[in-house]
């Protein structure tokens, strides 16, 4: 079982920056992959990025240049660098942790950027 609480999320103006954590209840060094999802208003939830055990990342093209994943295995903390932010970025903002082949999902944090 992987219990994960995001944070960091709040209200920023368009071209601002923010830094979203999700931490994990088990070590994250023992976890394949991490990702962040985003859900916006009347939308589907979207991928954005993850980051695999081997430091390896990969990002959705709508943030590809802007948004940063990375991992700190001794805080079991991985976070989700995000600038230049646009008003399109708005949305809720899930951690999910794929660990011996299930799929565990934070609460979520609301991101809000006004233009």
């Known amino acids: 079982q992987v219990q994960l609480v995001e944070s960091g999320g709040g209200l920023v103006q368009a071209g601002g920056s923010l830094r979203l954590s999700c931490a994990a209840s088990?070590?994250?060094?023992?976890?394949?992959?991490m990702g962040w999802y985003r859900q916006a208003p009347g939308k589907q939830r979207e991928w954005v990025a993850t980051i695999y055990s081997s430091g390896t990342t990969n990002y959705a093209n709508s943030v590809k240049g802007r948004f940063t994943i990375s991992r700190d295995n001794a805080k079991n903390t991985v976070y989700l660098q995000m600038s230049s932010l646009k008003p399109e970025d708005t949305a809720v903002y899930y951690c999910?942790?794929?660990?011996?082949?299930?799929?565990?999902w934070g609460q979520g944090t609301q991101v809000t950027v006004s233009s």
């Open positions: 088990v070590t994250i060094f023992s976890i394949n992959a």
């Open positions: 999910k942790a794929n660990h011996n082949a299930r799929d565990y």
